[in-house]
C-alpha cells in the first residue's frame, strides 16, 4: 500500500471517529414529560420547560397530554423515555399513604420516585349553571358531579374533598368521569351535570378562553373556610384566591376557592447518563428561571427555587437539587470595568 493511500485511509477513518464521537456529544437526549390535558395549565407548564429549559441542557423534550396525576406517577415510574412529570401534591401523598398502608402496587410505584422542585398551588374550579342555587362547595352534597376522566388529578381532589366535607362518599350514581369540554355541554345542555370540576392553575385555559357571553350560563362556586365542612378539607388543601384579571370574560370580583401543591417529579435514575443529563436540567431550571417567570405561564411567578422540607414518605431527587443549590450559591460574575474608548475604537466600532 502506497503512503498516499494508507493516509487517506488513515484520514478517512479519524474522521469518521470524529464524526461519531461529535455525534455522540451533541445529539440532545429524547426525554417526554407528563402532563394533563392539553388545554390545562401542567400541558403549559411542561412547554415551557421544553422551550427555556431543555435545550440548555441538551434535551429535546416531548411534551406529553395524559389522564392526569394518577396516570403520570405511573408513566414516570415504568415507560421507556419518561424521565419527568407533573403531579399533584395530594395524589403523592395518597400513593404515600396507600404504601405505608401495605399496599404493595402503590408501594411499587412511589417507592422510587423522586420530587424536583414543588412548583405553586393549582386552583380548583368548580363550575356551575348560571342559574344554579349552588354558590358555595358546600351546597354540592347532593349535585351531580363530574371530576374529570379517571385517573386524573381532578378526578381524586373531587371525590377526596366530598369525602372530607360531607363525612361520607360521593354517590355513584351523582358522580360522571367526562373530560373537561363533554362535561361543560352537558352542563348547558341537558343538564345532566349540575357541577363540572376543573383542575387547573389559573388563569385555566379552559376558562380563560371563554366569550363574555358565558356569564349568561355559567358562574364559578366559592369555598367558605370558616364553614363547618371545611375543616377536614384544610389539612389537606388550601384556601387560594381566584383573581378577576384570570377570567375578565367571567367574573369582576377575586374570590376564594380551593387548592392543591404541584411538583415537578422524576425516577431515582442512578445510571451516570441518564443523571448527568438530569443535573443539566436542574441548572438551566435555575439559569433560566427569570426567563419562565417573565416569558412562561403565569403561574411561574408563584414557583420559587427553594426546597421546602417534604412529608413523611417524600424524597428529592439529590443530585437535581445540589446542582440548584449550587447554581443559586454562585456568585455573580464581576462587572466589567467602565473603559473610556478612545476616537479611533469608536471609528473602528471597537466600543460596546
Not at 11 to 30: K, S, Y
Not at 125 to 142: C, F, M, Q, T, W
Not at 307 to 325: C, D, M, N, Q, S
Request: charged fraction near 15%; include cysteine; aromatic fraction near 8%.
Amino acid at each position: 500500500m502506497t503512503r498516499t493511500m494508507a493516509g487517506t485511509l488513515l484520514g478517512v477513518g479519524m474522521a469518521a471517529m470524529l464524526w461519531l464521537h461529535g455525534g455522540a456529544a451533541f445529539a440532545a437526549a429524547q426525554y417526554k414529560i407528563v402532563t394533563a390535558n392539553p388545554k390545562g395549565t401542567y400541558f403549559a407548564i411542561g412547554n415551557d420547560l421544553a422551550k427555556y429549559v431543555a435545550p440548555d441542557a441538551g434535551i429535546e423534550l416531548e411534551v406529553l397530554p395524559t389522564a392526569g396525576s394518577a396516570a403520570n406517577l405511573k408513566h414516570v415510574r415504568y415507560d421507556p423515555g419518561v424521565k419527568l412529570g407533573i403531579i399533584q401534591a395530594d395524589v403523592y401523598q395518597a400513593f404515600v399513604d396507600r404504601s405505608a398502608a401495605g399496599n404493595m402496587a402503590a408501594r411499587a410505584i412511589i417507592a422510587p420516585l423522586r420530587v424536583i422542585l414543588p412548583l405553586y398551588n393549582t386552583e380548583i374550579h368548580y363550575i356551575v349553571r348560571a342559574d344554579s342555587p349552588l354558590n358555595y362547595l358546600h351546597d354540592i352534597e347532593k349535585a351531580k358531579i363530574n371530576g374529570g376522566v379517571v385517573g386524573s388529578g381532578a378526578a381524586l381532589i373531587t371525590h377526596s374533598l366530598y369525602r372530607m366535607m360531607f363525612n361520607k362518599p360521593m354517590p355513584e350514581a351523582n358522580a360522571s368521569y367526562l373530560e373537561n369540554q363533554p362535561a361543560l355541554v352537558k352542563l348547558i345542555g341537558d343538564k345532566s351535570v349540575d357541577v363540572v370540576v376543573v383542575a387547573a392553575g389559573q388563569p385555566a385555559p379552559i376558562i380563560t378562553n371563554m366569550k363574555p357571553e358565558a356569564q349568561k350560563y355559567i358562574k364559578l362556586l366559592k369555598f367558605d373556610p370558616a364553614h363547618a365542612t371545611s375543616k377536614a378539607a384544610l389539612s389537606v388543601y388550601a384556601p387560594s384566591t381566584v383573581r378577576a384579571g384570570s377570567y375578565p370574560n367571567l367574573i369582576k370580583d377575586n374570590f376564594t376557592t380551593i387548592a392543591v401543591g404541584a411538583l415537578l417529579v422524576t425516577y431515582n435514575f442512578e445510571d451516570q447518563y441518564t443523571a448527568s443529563y438530569l443535573v443539566r436540567f436542574a441548572r438551566s431550571l435555575c439559569q433560566n428561571f427569570a426567563t419562565l417567570q417573565a416569558s412562561g405561564h403565569p403561574k411561574w411567578r408563584e414557583v420559587s427555587l427553594n426546597f421546602p422540607k417534604l412529608g413523611a414518605g417524600w424524597t428529592y431527587y439529590a443530585p437535581a437539587v445540589a446542582e440548584i443549590r449550587a447554581c443559586l450559591n454562585k456568585p455573580a460574575p464581576a462587572a466589567a470595568p467602565n473603559k473610556q474608548c478612545s476616537a479611533e475604537e469608536r471609528i473602528l466600532g471597537l466600543c460596546n
